[in-house]
């Protein structure tokens, strides 16, 4: 029985089964704990500072070498309920050594807590970074939010019409993220999210920008990224995205990523000399809005 679009229960399910898909994945992402934890020997950084009660609610900061620098704060994935922020510190020296302040997000795993519930967590830590920048060397009018998979979701949350205010963000990153939920909400991962067709609208980016009133409406900047080889699914989270975004004449850029899949998508993200990095760079450093 089709479910959505073109798929039944088992083909989701498969569209979004990213470990089944790179049958490598765990090759591909062990290296990132190990070269995150020669980060943390190596790099200046403040671990496991609190924004809420909860022992998730923290966040880690990597100040840039001077003042006033730039804040990447970045999300990262596990489709709600997997990871922990420790997993984005590989990509640390990369923007540090950019001068720009590194900060990765940690918050509340489902099923304990709903996506709704994550929503408001990353809102609470971009809301403490903010407010707290300076004290780490940062500066609090020049915040940028990226994020992977899931993190890609609440990244591109955050910048719509539902997220921070207008302002806050200058910036905004989704690598391979899930801007629709209702095909989540229907394949298998939902056994652990447990999202209602209203949440699962409510929380989706792309119905959000969908829905808002063209006039007045002002976002900032989107640079939106999937690898090619991640499947037709994700491929439209993207491209949707953008076009909702494009339709309110809100500025956005794609970023194609050949030969790539899920996990090295982020892969790139860290690497200086591929182009995703480049554009997260000049979006950060070189804006041109």
């Known amino acids: 029985m089709t479910l959505f679009k073109t798929y039944d229960r088992a083909a989701l399910d498969r569209e979004y089964d990213n470990r089944r898909k790179v049958g490598n994945s765990a090759e ?94 990353v809102r609470a830590a971009i809301g403490w970074v903010s407010e707290n920048a300076s004290g780490f060397g940062g500066n609090p009018s020049r915040l940028y939010l990226a994020g992977h998979s899931a993190g890609g979701h609440l990244s591109a949350f955050m910048g719509g019409p539902s997220g921070m205010p207008a302002g806050v963000l200058k910036g905004i990153c989704s690598v ?18 447990s999202l209602s067709q209203e949440e699962a609208s409510a929380l989706s980016p792309i119905e959000r920008v969908r829905a808002a009133a063209a006039e007045g409406l002002r976002l900032p900047p989107h640079l939106l990224t999937v690898g090619a080889l991640e499947g037709p699914e994700y491929l439209r ?53």
């Open 237 to 289: 989270q993207r491209d949707e995205l953008a076009e909702a975004l494009r339709a309110k004449r809100q500025p956005v850029e794609l970023v194609d990523l050949p030969d790539r899949d899920h996990f090295t998508a982020l892969e790139a993200f860290g690497d200086p000399h591929h182009p995703l990095c480049q554009a997260m760079l000049r979006l950060i450093l070189a804006p041109a809005f």
């Open 176 to 193: 391979s993220g899930l801007h629709d939920l209702e095909p989540i909400r229907l394949c298998y991962l939902n056994d652990v999210l």
């Open 28 to 121: 591909i992402s062990a290296p990132w704990e190990t070269r995150g934890a020669e980060v943390r020997r190596q790099f200046s950084a403040d671990l496991d500072i609190a924004y809420g009660v909860h022992p998730r609610q923290r966040v880690d900061v990597f100040p840039a070498g001077k003042r006033d620098a730039p804040v990447l704060i970045f999300v990262h994935g596990g489709y709600w309920h997997m990871r922990d922020k420790s997993i984005a510190h590989f990509l640390v020296p990369t923007f540090v050594a950019a001068d720009i302040t590194f900060v990765s997000v940690g918050y509340r795993l489902c099923p304990e807590v709903s996506v709704a519930d994550i929503t408001e967590d």
